[in-house]
């Protein structure tokens, strides 16, 4: 959580006279993103609104897939889903170069991430998720999951052997619960554009409404449940004692039903699918453990927080999600 | 430049609601100060604006003084200076707890913090600062300099010899100059309150103009003139390169004298309390840069940056003030 680089006031001065948005009168910088440094920037006199989010693309993000998250924005926008748009220069491009590195201008929208998640806002999460799967079902965009089965076994591999330094029962987790997910995926469910990283601090409410999805630098291609399992693994748990909140997980499937009703295929595959994105979370939390220098500005998030949850689906089977 | 302390959207919103401002509608904790955590607050329907800075003094001010920094701010914006209010709570208090941690709210300025300073925005920085210097005469409060030639000689002392490891030249340097320091301080120069660290980031422009000086935590009572010529030390040099800018540290001057011109000793000790200031910075960098944790979430500053200044008026002398 920190600002990478630094941009002078005469550089964003620069930079924000390239967009239609009036001119830079405030600008800072918000710790926020683990891989990208952002700005909370204020203008005066544009037409566009006078606050926005810059950020800057500083690694992990592969650039190419960059048209693909910005036009995204702008598709669910358009189509009324709570999600900021993303604002074009005066050129109509999306991103721009300064110093080097890649940039974009994101409209900014109020609100707040919740640590503690009340069953109202998980429905209105529910909600918003679900017409996120709706709204995007004619986006052009295509971008396949790098976190999928195939992708979090090539990070354990990354990981040579060195689970058991994060905790001793890990590697024996990791053998069993790998070969489960490997060749059972539930290719016939509807896929779709999915999030695949909506946790509470990517939500940001007002009061029990949702009014921002937002970063959505892991969206791709993917099985829709996936991402209603994955969102239900997010926010299902107390933060600090893990404990499962039944109501909350209970609010967000019901919500998402309201919009987007689940088949029973789809439902059935649930708990699957919850501990294929606790693997995929301990894989990339395992990953970055491991490898993050001791000096880096990034708080480590424990990987055994998801073995917990995955443990939990385990047992629960269906009834996590009853 | 972190946030160090995690603090949920549920405590923000209990804590914001203990002050007339309205419902926390968004907070942003933001990449500022060093010694302190930063939220970008923003509130709906209250009537006291609706964007607050709140900061968490996590370490190195005395909250004993906490009282001096943030009166002194209530006392110049009622005298109509360029500086944020400090917000009050309902039972009237400037700062309150929260998790064992003390916190102020101050109202947010928009502004830019500008890399390089062009000679008008010196000159509104030396108006400012000369009009803080005036608009402080009847101000109750006291705090002593201690950053002051015992202070600075006494974290000399702290690095236990180990200038060396920063530059090879340094400790004789501290040896050549420190001297010259103690025992010479004018004292007969008109005295005040001293922002004492009006660096350019802690200054905010709209333009050419000051909106507002921020960042008081080094506030004292101390020489007046002092205080200029701290503030020439750290507006009249090029990033990066270290050259010296005539052309700025005349306009700030000369700004200051617009509101409160400086008798012919305030002038003639210019140089001599510029060096002073110099080696203020030199002792305190050269401290962090020994002792700061290799992983702490703050980016050490190289102390030899004014080496070369502190060099500099040495040779210059009375010019560098022409």
């Keep these: ?9 005469e550089d964003l001065s620069d930079l924000i006279g390239q967009y239609d948005v009036g001119e830079l009168v405030s600008a800072k910088g918000i710790a926020e993103g683990v891989s990208n440094s952002n700005w909370l920037i204020e203008t005066a006199g544009g037409e566009a609104g006078s606050r926005f989010i810059l950020t800057m693309y500083e690694r992990h993000i592969d650039l190419a897939d960059l048209p693909f998250f910005l036009d995204l924005l702008d598709h669910l926008a358009a189509r009324g889903c709570p999600v900021p748009r993303t604002i074009h220069d005066r ?10 590195k890649t940039v974009a201008l994101i409209e900014f929208l109020p609100g707040l991430s919740v640590d503690a998640p009340t069953p ?8 918003a998720l679900a017409g996120m799967h709706l709204a995007s079902r004619d986006y052009g965009g ?20 060195r689970l058991g330094e994060i905790d001793p029962a890990l590697p ?20 779709g554009i999915a999030h695949t990283d909506l946790f509470p601090d990517n939500v940001l409410v007002e009061g029990d409404r949702v009014n921002a999805m937002i970063d959505f630098y892991f969206a791709c291609h ?3 449940a996936y991402d209603l399992a994955t969102t239900h693994l997010a926010w299902s748990f107390e933060r600090g004692t893990g404990q499962f909140r039944p109501d909350v997980g209970r609010a967000l499937v019901e919500g998402y ?3 987007r009703p689940l088949s029973d295929e789809e439902r059935a595959a649930l708990p699957f699918l919850a501990k294929a ?6 894989a990339t939390r395992s990953y970055d453990w491991l490898f993050t220098p001791a000096d880096a500005l990034v708080t480590r998030k424990d990987p055994m927080e998801f073995v917990q949850r995955l443990l939990f689906y385990d047992e629960a089977g269906p009834k996590a999600f009853a």
């Design 1 to 9: 959580m920190a600002v990478y680089t630094h941009l002078s006031a």
């Design 91 to 100: 050129s109509g491009a999306a991103s721009r170069k300064i110093g080097g």
């Design 120 to 127: 109202a806002q998980a429905r209105s999460a529910g909600e």
């Design 142 to 161: 295509r971008r396949a999951n790098t976190l999928g089965p195939a992708g979090v076994a090539a990070l354990f591999d990354s990981c040579e052997g």
């Design 172 to 191: 024996a987790l990791v053998a069993d619960h790998m070969p489960k997910l490997a060749g059972n995926w539930p290719d016939t469910l509807p896929q």
């Design 222 to 224: 993917e099985t829709l």
């Design 257 to 259: 039903e309201t919009v």
């Design 277 to 282: 994105a606790a693997l995929r979370f301990i």
